[in-house]
């Protein structure tokens, strides 16, 4: 294969990442969790990031997140929302990254840890918007959301990565 051909697959399994990011964020938007925790997500599009994390490499993750989140962001939310999603989206992929390159922990705890991280990057961004720290009380509902959705997203992309052709970057 030419390095020319090799860079439009190469561009193009990005763009196709990007792509498959935002589809599942626009559908987690359309899942209704319940009322009990408002916020909460299962963290679909973090599937993507750990896909390519785990099958790409640690920079291209970041950069396709934050590619995401800024078009998401654009599309169907606002400053704030763009704010919120990219202090977690950023918090949560230096923390997946720090603990992927322990090689200690497996994709499913990686996954749990950015779930959680991400958590705390958003009541942060809360707490310097509403000027108070009395809403850190949250996180502790958000943490129990943050592990089950992180378990079910690593074991998912344990799965995905698994099954993608060696070939796959």
Known sequence: MSKSNMNVRR???????????????????????????PGMKLGLTNLVVMVALYRLDEKEAIIINIIRILLVGF???????????????VLSGIVMILLKRTNKVGMTSVSVAGGISHNVGQIIVAMIVTKTSSIIYYLLVLW??????????????????????????
Request: a positive charge; proline letters at 1%.
């Open 11 to 37: 561009l193009s399994i990005r763009a196709l990442l990007v792509v498959l990011a935002m589809v599942l964020s626009y559908i987690e938007s359309q899942i209704i969790i319940g009322t009990m925790v």
């Open 75 to 89: 599309t169907f939310g606002s400053v704030f929302s763009i704010a919120y999603s990219m202090a977690g989206g």
């Open 144 to 169: 129990v959301t943050g592990i089950f959705a992180g378990v079910v997203v690593g074991i998912l992309s344990a799965q995905v990565v698994k099954r993608l052709p060696k070939h796959f970057n």
